[in-house]
């Protein structure tokens, strides 16, 4: 059975750090592409970041580059998102995602993290 | 960028009914859309890929169609199950969702 738990999430001020880890199980983590997507309290889906099987490739949405770090350990079996320079609009549930097909759509999700910036 | 816009936004409906989700990208995506039904306090759950191809496990009430910049998402036959919200996706340039369409009991 593909499980994916997510963990670290707090409280954090903004300006502040936190690191996201994804614990896959159930699948060979390093044959995939893996995703991170946000849900903002009462809000819709926003895609984050997303980093290719061998790590080679990494994509962000515009709002977090230079600001978010996606990689994986495939040996570990887990993905990570690296969050620097937090921002209050950064507080979301942030999901953890397998490629179904490539990187373009999702086929398995975590439960969600609760990351919250505030001041 | 691609902008994904859902129509509407809320939706009620009965059980029976037959309910209908459109989606309109900004540009054309040729098929590369997904739908994904959300529960509160859950995660999304994949229903339907490239445009049309239903799941695996995923009831066949549920449908998709469409290609380029308009597409839809219909339920036959709308189950108490089903009462959730849908969002579509697009991956034909990075990654976009819409706004989410919200089908509740009427």
């Known amino acids: 059975e593909v499980q994916l738990v997510e963990s670290g999430g707090n409280l954090v001020q903004p300006g502040g750090s936190l690191r996201l880890s994804c614990a896959a199980s159930g699948f060979t983590l390093s044959s995939y592409w893996m995703t991170w997507v946000r849900q903002a309290p009462g809000k819709g889906l926003e895609w984050v970041a997303n980093i290719k099987q061998d790590g080679s490739q990494k994509f962000y949405v515009d709002s977090v580059k230079g600001r978010f770090t996606i990689s994986r350990d495939n040996a570990k079996n887990s993905l990570y998102l690296q969050m620097n320079s937090l921002r209050v609009e950064d507080t979301a549930v942030y999901y953890c995602?397998?490629?179904?097909?490539?990187?373009?759509?999702?086929?398995?999700w975590g439960q969600g993290i609760l990351v919250t910036v505030f001041s | 960028d691609i902008q994904m816009t859902q129509s509407p936004p809320t939706l009620s409906a009965s059980v029976g009914d037959k309910v209908t989700v459109t989606c309109r990208a900004s540009q054309s995506i040729s098929d590369s859309l997904a739908w994904y039904q959300q529960k509160p306090g859950k995660a999304p759950k994949l229903l339907i890929y490239?445009?049309?191809s239903l799941e695996s496990g995923v009831p066949s009430r549920f449908s998709g169609s469409g290609s380029g910049t308009e597409f839809t998402l219909t339920i036959s036959s709308l189950q108490p199950d089903d009462f959730a919200t849908y969002y579509c996706?697009?991956?034909?340039?990075?990654?976009?969702f819409g706004q989410g369409t919200k089908v509740e009991i009427k």
């Open positions: 995602a397998k490629g179904a097909s490539g990187p373009h759509y999702f086929d398995y």
């Open positions: 490239k445009a049309s």
């Open positions: 996706q697009q991956y034909h340039s990075y990654w976009t």
